[in-house]
């Protein structure tokens, strides 16, 4: 190290900073003092706690600037539902978010038909609550299940998961790109079956063991007030053998846990799954209380009560504790994934990747992703 004159030390207490540009290498720009002497021979990163500062920084401000800067944008939550007509899944929706967002309930004169192909519709709304805006778009998947044959009736929706995942490369592949990408991509998948008590059906196990490697997907057994709490907890302890004997992922997956505290939690929450549920817009008067429920001869089945379904558990996971990790999830491995083979693709084709080709089409999809 050289030398240097006292007037280009600037003293502070024991410690002299040195002026970077008068060091050989940047692994010497470091405090000339005994004290770090030999900083530059270790790669450890020390930590500074609250109680080794001199005095108040304001780091933590910053979690009030994140705040402020979101609830000013903003942001976006993609769900979609997938399940038989006749399971109650618009009813659901409208539960969850306390609101007509489903598409039945957007839709004038709306008249229920079974379709003979299964066609994906969205529908979009902002919700605000205590100055927090959220684009919530619904999609609905019509026609699924319904058929005598229902052969490949999944593919429509692995179309369309891939869709979104390619509109958003093509967004950030841009030279000049938006300062906010919008995101259509789905964030979670619903997946409603029907309470029969029994086993999943085969097109159960199909749709889910192939959108499961896509999307983030979150079974439910629709209706559930219709089987006793007896028939109920059989019926949920089957659909798990079902899953992990036919290599099923279902959100939260244990390898996405990040630490012991999120492992804990998750752990509660895949005890629980499939969420036996419950839907309703109605309100009825329970021990002087508004409470939302399906009125029955034999009383009123309370749809935020946990003794009578476990909606409340659909709820807080949905909203409340894992929609940021829903995202996360969805952008981090998912779309990640995605994008990976993309680019993967390119360079077997010796093609650059870029808006144009995708525009053009210059790029195959694989056999895997057309044809599943």
Known sequence: MPHFSPEWKHNYGQFSILPPHYFSSPSES???????????????????????????VGIEAVLDQMRRKTMKAGFEFNIMVVGQSGLGKSTLVNTLFKSKVSRKSCTPNYEEKISKTVHLQSV???????????????????????????????????????EQYEKYLKEELNVNRKKRIPDSRVHCCVYFLPATGHWLRPIDVEFMRRLGKIVSILPVIAKADTLTLEERLEFKQRIRQDLQANGIRVYPQKEYDEDA?????????????????????????????????????WGIIEVENIAHCEFAHLRDLLIRSHLQDLKDVTHNIHYETYRVKRLN??????????????ENGTLEKSDAESHL
Not at 127 to 154: A, H, R, S
Not at 345 to 357: H, I, R
């Open 124 to 162: 979009s709304h902002i919700i605000e609550e205590k100055g927090v805006k959220m684009k919530l778009t619904v999609i609905d998947t019509p026609g699924f299940g319904d058929q005598i044959n229902n052969e490949n009736c999944w593919e429509p929706i692995v179309q369309y998961v891939n």
């Open 261 to 297: 505290e999120d492992r804990i939690l998750n752990d509660k929450i895949r005890e629980n799954i499939p969420f036996a549920v419950v839907g309703t817009d109605k309100e009825h008067q329970v021990n002087g209380n508004k409470v939302l429920g399906r009125k029955t001869k």
């Open 30 to 56: 470091i405090c000339a003092s005994p004290t770090f002497a030999s900083c530059h021979e270790s790669d450890t990163q020390g930590i500074i706690k609250g109680r080794d500062l001199f005095g108040y």
């Open 345 to 358: 693709e390119s360079n077997a084709n010796g093609v650059v990747l870029s808006p144009l080709t995708l």
